[in-house]
């Protein structure tokens, strides 16, 4: 087990490449340097021959609580050099297959990068959360555009715009993830469904990938860079400054 930056290991076994976010202490909440080390291992996996699939999950109980919102108020993103929008780039153009366990809380880009992924377990105690609203922000990784295709938009709207939790039968019925596990089933069964992924032939896998893909390719990408650029905006807004000071002194 090697890592791409403190809290992001990356391992290579039968054909699968896992990368694991590992800072359980805070939730697994995603830093600057963890968005580069999460950039760095996808990209390890793209040039690894030995890597036909990229298997990504959290910590015992946590997938991730999204961004770290001290970092959203310290070292906000500023544009499309920024770690978090090159982590959505990366996801959003690998060429290999994107296996995701979820296991507890997945938290804002914890839920929405899950719409880049191609096969997504989730454990019984998974939850789903896309609060953007309730943080006076709004809707991410591709999910204003996505999310209603998806759900329809009914569904969507009601995700986006009370922001409220789901749960993982909730996340099945809307067709988020592909299955719902034990807690102790999860990570085998994700992990077993990746290795079955990487015994398939690797190029007929990747043409496959880019053919599902390709029909919203472009539009992802232009609603990535929109969302972007509003939700920079809102970062700084006394709405979201309250929001982040609230969850700060909850205690
Ligand atoms: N950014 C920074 N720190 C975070 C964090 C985040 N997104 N999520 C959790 N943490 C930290 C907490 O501040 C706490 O740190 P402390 O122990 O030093 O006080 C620690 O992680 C544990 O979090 P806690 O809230 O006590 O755990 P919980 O099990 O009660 O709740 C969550 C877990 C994920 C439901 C809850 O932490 C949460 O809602 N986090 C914010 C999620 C969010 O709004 N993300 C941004 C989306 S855009």
């Known amino acids: ?123 019984e105690r998974a939850r789903f959360h896309m609060p953007f609203i309730n943080l006076g922000l709004v809707p991410e990784g591709g999910s204003s555009f996505l999310l209603p295709r998806l759900a329809g938009y009914a569904k969507a709207n009601e995700l986006l715009m009370f922001g409220e939790p789901f749960d993982a039968q909730a996340a099945l019925s809307i067709g988020l993830v592909n299955e719902v596990l034990p807690v102790d089933a999860l990570l085998p069964r994700a992990r077993a469904r990746a290795r079955e992924l990487a015994q398939r032939p690797a190029e007929a896998l990747r043409a496959s990938k880019r053919l599902i893909r390709e029909g919203t390719r472009e539009a992802v990408k232009a609603t990535l860079q929109r969302e972007g650029a509003v939700f920079i905006e809102r970062l700084t807004s006394p709405e979201a400054m309250a929001a982040f000071q609230a969850f700060f002194q909850r205690k």
């Not at 290579?12 to 291992?41: C, H, P, Q």
């Open 1 to 123: 087990m090697s890592s791409t930056s403190e809290h992001i290991r990356y391992d290579v076994a039968d054909g699968v490449a896992s990368v694991a976010i590992d800072r359980a202490s805070k939730k697994n909440a995603l830093t600057l340097e963890m968005y580069e080390g999460l950039v760095a291992a996808f990209e390890r996996a793209a040039e690894d021959e030995a890597a036909r699939v990229i298997l990504l999950h959290g910590a015992e109980g946590v997938f991730t609580a999204g961004n770290d919102l001290l970092d959203f108020m310290q070292n906000p993103p500023t544009g499309e050099d920024s770690a978090v929008f090159r982590f959505l780039l990366a996801l959003w153009s690998a060429e290999k297959p994107v296996v995701v366990a979820v296991d507890g809380p997945a938290v804002g880009i914890g839920t929405t990068l899950l719409f880049h992924a191609d096969l997504i377990y989730a454990s």
